[in-house]
């Protein structure tokens, strides 16, 4: 006899033996123990957490002649006809191969005919969203209201691409992700059962690795174990058989990123490349592993949704405090979306070392948060007086970087000068530019005002009463004056004038002006 995949020798013949799915579970065998059984069922998640399983279980529990808690007894004839796929009591389809009106009409007049054994016959529709628009309208009276003895189970995927009179039709039940101890208890089952020496930490990684996946799980077991035939399986030997990169390299190169170490980044590189490592797969676990970081970084009650050993914990907990918050934060995002642009990058090696070296650089990026740390590391040089003053550059420092300007001159030269004609004409032409640093309401005052130069003066025309009342009072044109000394080091005199058009004309009618109305009109006094 042919060989057997794992995930398919192993899958659960039981209710019971079902991992990761409890709500489902239950709620599918209550109905079974109290006949409230549906005419049609939509599972619906992500690839390989059970939706197949439970569907080809519930068909056989439904038919059952003798069944166990709600789950089938797998030994009476009917249970082993659909076991061995001879029952013509369950007919299961593939969509994405099958999604044309007529393979939906094959079945609307299939089921006129009551099964010849067992109580019902299901249909299982794979990947059900593959069906067409006219497969869909084909089945929905169907779907709607079926003979008593028809049940549909339809599973997907995308469950985003059918049709909201398909889904109201269905009771709906969601597949979540397996977790990682989960996956691993079940390989380390699995393992026992076949005799296999297998290294909890290799187990736990094909878990980590397998992403929720059981199914995906059991394949990467089936592929290490056909690599290492005979041999012990270790948690190095996983690594190179799915070309990972061991979590040490990790911690390595982060703090190169800390660093801004970009050769040796590049160095760590061309080793991956040069060892066969999938570089696809390195992104991913670079980015578990800040998210680890980020977590520490969060909260101290972390350490128990962490699946590290004590020594890498002890490790991350060092590097979190090297770093801060919003640094992190960043790092997660560009390598988030590296993570979708290498699945189709043609030289996956090049956009991976663009995306660390925008980890140590963030003036390649123009977004807020880059733009904040390059703020924040110049206040750092600033302080630290780590900076170089450009020659000819106003200063209290000469070129050699002596102090030989008294400090009397100094607060001089933060005196601003008086503005000129021709600076005032500067002034009036970036005018919104300027005053872009203003707080509300003063801003839209003043943006929305006509400026123009005139004599020595910067004169402001607001745009309606209340801007020309708000401007006389208090100490808003004080305000603006500091603001224009800052941006340009000048002292102008400003003066507010009102304009020629009242805020209020063109709010009532002319009626000397009206003409062509052929009806009376009274004049109030």
């Known amino acids: 006899m042919s060989y057997v995949a794992l995930y398919r020798k192993f899958r659960p013949g039981e209710f019971e033996e079902v991992k990761g799915q409890e709500h489902i579970v239950t709620t ?6 109290a006949d409230r059984i549906g005419h049609a069922y939509l599972f ?13 279980l519930f068909a056989r529990a439904v038919n059952c002649e003798n069944p166990k808690d709600g789950s089938p007894c797998n030994e009476c004839p009917t249970c082993r006809a659909i076991l061995e796929g001879r029952s013509m009591n369950v007919v299961e389809i593939d969509a994405a191969s099958n999604n044309g ?36 309208n084909a089945l929905l009276k169907t779907l709607e209201e079926p003979p008593s003895y028809v049940i549909f189970i339809l599973a997907t995927t995308e469950v985003h691409k059918i049709p909201v009179t398909v889904l109201s039709r269905c009771q709906r039940y969601d597949f979540r992700r397996i977790s990682i101890e989960t996956i691993t208890g079940r390989l380390r089952e699995i393992s026992d059962r076949e005799g296999l020496d297998v290294e909890e930490k290799a187990l736990s990684y094909i878990a980590r690795v397998a992403d929720g996946s059981m199914r995906d799980a059991l394949s990467l077991l089936d592929r290490c174990i056909a690599f290492f035939m005979g041999e012990g399986l270790t948690y190095d030997k996983v690594l190179d058989t799915l070309g990972a990169v061991d979590t040490g390299v990790y911690g390595e190169m982060f703090e190169m990123v800390l660093k801004k170490d970009v050769a040796g980044l590049m160095s760590k590189v061309e080793e991956i490349v040069l060892a066969g490592r999938e570089l696809t797969n390195f992104v991913n676990e670079f980015t578990w592993y800040l998210r680890n970081l980020m977590l520490l970084k969060s909260s ?22 090297k ?17 979708n642009d290498i699945k189709d990058a043609r030289q996956k090696r090049v956009v991976l070392e663009v995306a660390l070296i925008k980890l140590c650089k963030p003036q390649m990026e123009q977004d807020n948060t ?22 000819g550059g106003r200063s209290g420092r000469t070129p050699s970087g002596s102090e030989d300007v008294k400090p009397e001159e100094k607060e001089k030269e933060r005196i601003p000068i008086a503005a000129l004609p021709e600076d005032l004409q500067q002034i009036a032409a970036s005018w919104k530019s300027i005053c872009s640093g203003l707080e ?43 603001l224009i000394a800052d941006r340009t080091g000048k002292s102008v005199n400003i003066q507010v004038s009102a304009s020629e058009k009242s805020s209020f004309r063109g709010s009532f009618i002319d009626l000397s002006n009206v003409e062509g109305i052929n009806m009376p009109i009274d004049i109030e006094d």
């Open 440 to 482: 509300q309401p003063l801003v839209r005052y003043v943006s929305n005002a006509e400026i123009s130069a005139g004599g020595d003066s910067l004169i402001i025309v607001p745009d309606n009463n209340v801007a020309l009342t708000f401007l006389n009072s208090g100490d808003s044109l004080d305000t603006v004056k500091k």
């Open 370 to 391: 880059s733009l904040v740390k390059r703020i924040s590391e110049l206040e750092k040089k600033l302080e630290s007086g780590d900076f170089k003053i450009p020659e």
């Open 323 to 339: 770093v801060d918050f919003d640094d992190i934060v960043r790092y997660i995002r560009i390598f988030s979306q590296l993570s």
């Open 300 to 321: 101290d009650e972390m350490e128990d949704v962490i699946d590290v050993s004590s020594e890498n914990l002890a490790v991350l907990k060092e590097q979190a405090s």
């Open 44 to 56: 619906c998640g992500t690839r390989g957490t059970g939706k197949t399983t439970i569907a080809k």
């Open 101 to 136: 009106v007529d393979n939906i009409r094959e079945i609307r007049d299939e089921v006129n005919y009551s099964p010849t054994e067992g109580k019902y016959r299901v249909y299982i529709i794979d990947e059900v969203h593959m069906l067409s628009a006219g497969a869909y």
């Open 28 to 33: 599918l065998t209550n109905q079974i123990k």
